[in-house]
């Protein structure tokens, strides 16, 4: 109805709008037109409900709004978000070519509108739409460089505080868009794990007093590969530096306990943040062999050594004749001192990750293991990503 919509904001424009917002039904969604809107069955995409027999030609009348998809986004939103924190709904969409364009805006300032009588002391937040073709992902990757990515980094800095990346959670809704769009802003914003928020039958059509029904999908699911059960894991390899990363952890749990260890006052002295990290290597025997490492933070201009590039060292040193070839996978996980914490899943750094794609080069079969989850049951395995 995109070609009716901009009647519709005229309507609701020249009228009283408090009295008409006022009247809004929380439990429909929906906000009554003050005038109805004449209009044809054919001016719909596809004849809602009782409209299936009329003929395209017939005269209906528009007398109310609907917001079913916010109203389902909105309310797994509030089941799923940190209580005690701000709120914000930030509305972007993909650009719309003419004649609809208007209409587009139009549709944002109601679904700004609706919003916050869905969800009181909701902020809203427009973003200006992008210039271009919706359906070429050269708009969207342009639009979420300059201003959609630009936006989420100053809400951080914002925040004032170190893990305030990890205080951000951010609900991705995955449903309306043009393909381009949705996989623009999902790679875009995929530094920041959010999780989607996807209702099932969002094409279906709604039907009075049957709300739509949205589910999360946690942050994890943005990866292309899904976590899976430590139990599933089938290879040998995957298998062993699963096994052994959790005996590290373990190790590590207990040592932490103890007094006697320099962790934070030396060996972690920057973060206080562990990282441990295990590399399995194939042996000219066959053999498995699983070496360990963890990260270095000495409080000296190069006193920092990722575990990643530990553990790859360890191995080196215990065979020098070993090739990159040799290498099968390593595992990362990201442990906790005191109050201090790297989340899982961890993803190895810049550098590690410029060592790894080095490996990787001469060993397509060269993988990276990441945990879903703290208890490292849920795992993330995955080639290395540039």
Not at 15 to 23: E, F, I, N, V
Not at 238 to 255: C, D, P, Q, S
Request: aromatic residues 6%; contains cysteine.
């Amino acid at each position: 109805m995109l070609r009716r919509t901009q009647q519709i904001a005229e309507i609701l424009e020249n009228c009283d709008q408090q009295a008409t917002w006022r009247a809004f039904d929380v439990q429909t969604a929906s906000v009554p037109l003050p005038t109805a809107l004449a209009c044809s069955v054919g001016d719909f995409r596809e004849p809602p409900g009782s409209l299936e027999a009329l003929e395209p030609t017939d005269a209906v009348a528009v007398t109310a709004l609907r917001f079913p998809l916010l109203q389902a986004a909105l309310t797994a939103f509030a089941r799923g978000a940190t209580s005690g924190g701000a709120h914000t709904l930030l509305l972007t969409w993909s650009p719309s070519l003419p004649p609809h364009s208007d209409s587009v805006v139009k549709v944002a300032a109601m679904l700004e509108r609706a919003a916050t009588h869905l969800m009181p002391g909701l902020q809203v937040v427009c973003l200006e739409p992008p210039d271009g073709d919706p359906f070429r992902v050269a708009a969207m990757a342009t639009y979420a460089n300059e201003t959609l990515v630009p936006w989420f980094d100053r809400q951080i800095v914002e925040l004032r505080a170190s893990d305030a990346k990890a205080r951000l959670d951010v609900y991705l809704s995955h449903n309306t868009g043009t393909s381009a769009a949705i996989w623009v802003l999902t790679n875009a914003l995929r530094h920041l794990k959010p999780a989607l928020v996807a209702i099932p039958k969002c094409r279906a059509r709604p039907l009075p007093g049957v709300p739509f029904a949205a589910e999360v999908l946690e942050e994890t699911w943005v990866d292309a590969a899904p976590p899976c059960a430590v139990a599933t894991v089938s290879d040998q390899a995957f298998a062993k530096a699963i096994e052994e990363l959790r005996h590290w952890r373990a190790a590590y749990t207990e040592a932490i306990a103890s007094p006697h260890h320099e962790l934070g006052s030396f060996w972690l002295a920057k973060s206080s943040k562990p990282v441990l990290a295990v590399v399995v290597c194939q042996l000219a025997d066959g053999s498995l062999q699983a070496f360990r490492g963890c990260n270095m933070e000495v409080s000296l201009p190069t006193g920092s050594l990722c575990a990643e590039r530990n553990a790859i060292s360890s191995a080196l040193a215990a065979n020098p004749a070993m090739r990159r070839e040799d290498v099968r996978c390593v595992a990362v996980y990201g442990g906790q001192l005191g109050d201090k914490r790297f989340d899982n899943p961890l993803e190895p750094c810049g550098v590690c990750r410029e060592w790894l794609l080095k490996i990787a080069e001469a060993n397509p079969h060269f993988w990276v293991i990441t945990f879903a989850d703290d208890a490292a049951t849920q795992v993330h395995v995955r080639p290395v990503e540039g």
